[in-house]
């Protein structure tokens, strides 16, 4: 069965921010700067395609999430998955899947056949 994307975003269709880590490290003597998007349990919506997403960080925390001196224990809490009841999602183009197509018109809802498997990717 062919596996088919879907595009997710928040409802009010307003900017969002990953919780993500980020650090500058050598390697063999050039300095590489990288970074990791988190990644948390599914929420219901995300779940029926996959068993974790992004953690989304809500408006309120993103402040707490880039100070420094926010405790450990806070920042556990943060991660915590982005509510379903806030999010939409719409199946896509698997044209999303190549890094060499780069129009709008693929984030636009299309059909899905019967048959075919569902897929976050």
Same mark, same amino acid.
């Given at each position: 069965? *062919?596996?088919?994307?879907?595009?997710?975003?928040?409802?009010?269709? &307003?900017?969002? %921010?990953?919780?993500?880590?980020?650090?500058?490290?050598?390697?063999?003597?050039? &300095? &590489? @700067?990288?970074?990791?998007?988190?990644?948390?349990?599914?929420?219901?919506?995300?779940? *029926?395609?996959?068993?974790?997403?992004?953690?989304?960080?809500?408006?309120?925390?993103?402040?707490?999430?880039?100070?420094? @001196?926010?405790?450990?224990? %806070?920042? %556990?809490?943060?991660?915590? #998955?982005? #509510?379903?009841?806030?999010?939409?999602?719409?199946?896509?183009?698997?044209?999303?899947?190549?890094?060499?197509?780069?129009? #709008?018109?693929?984030?636009?809802?299309?059909?899905? *056949? &019967?048959?075919?498997?569902?897929?976050?990717?």
């Amino acid at each position: 069965m *062919e596996k088919h994307p879907f595009y997710f975003q928040v409802k009010d269709e &307003v900017l969002f %921010a990953f919780a993500a880590i980020w650090d500058t490290w050598s390697n063999r003597g050039d &300095v &590489v @700067t990288s970074c990791a998007i988190i990644t948390t349990a599914a929420n219901e919506l995300v779940g *029926e395609l996959h068993d974790r997403m992004p953690a989304i960080l809500l408006h309120e925390f993103q402040d707490a999430w880039l100070d420094p @001196t926010t405790d450990r224990a %806070a920042l %556990a809490e943060i991660l915590k #998955p982005f #509510p379903s009841l806030k999010m939409k999602s719409h199946p896509v183009s698997s044209g999303v899947n190549s890094p060499d197509n780069n129009r #709008p018109d693929l984030l636009a809802r299309v059909d899905i *056949e &019967v048959g075919q498997t569902l897929s976050l990717f």
